[in-house]
């Protein structure tokens, strides 16, 4: 049974940066698309980061390009994001998923595995 947990969440002012990890047990990891999505309450399940399985093509929505940075270890099993000059519009719960595909997806019913999510909460 695959599962992912995520790590690395917390309180962080505006303009600070944080990295969260997702480590991957159960599967292949170096088979999956892993991708970063996040959630704040009210709001539908927002597309972050995804990486394909080499980590050679990387995917970001205009909110967080050139502020984000996904990255993975397939030694290590874990996909990270680096987030930097964050937010308050950051905050929200941030999940990581995977599907098994070379093909990443922006959309969240694209993927088949799930975290149970980091909360990031970044103060004005």
């Known amino acids: 049974q695959v599962q992912l947990v995520e790590s690395g969440g917390g309180l962080v002012p505006a303009g600070g940066s944080l990295r969260l990890s997702c480590t991957v047990s159960g599967g292949t990891f170096s088979s999956y698309v892993v991708g970063w999505f996040r959630q704040a309450p009210g709001n539908e399940r927002e597309f972050v980061a995804a990486?394909?399985?080499?980590?050679?093509?990387?995917k970001y929505p205009d909110s967080v390009k050139g502020r984000f940075t996904i990255s993975r270890d397939n030694a290590k099993n874990t996909v990270y994001l680096q987030m930097n000059s964050l937010k308050p519009e950051d905050t929200a719960v941030y999940y990581c998923?995977?599907?098994?595909?070379?093909?990443?997806?922006?959309?969240?019913?694209?993927?088949?595995?799930w975290g149970q999510g980091t909360r990031v909460t970044v103060s004005s």
């Open positions: 990486i394909t399985r080499s980590g050679s093509i990387t």
């Open positions: 998923a995977a599907q098994a595909s070379d093909l990443y997806s922006r959309l969240p019913n694209e993927y088949n595995y």
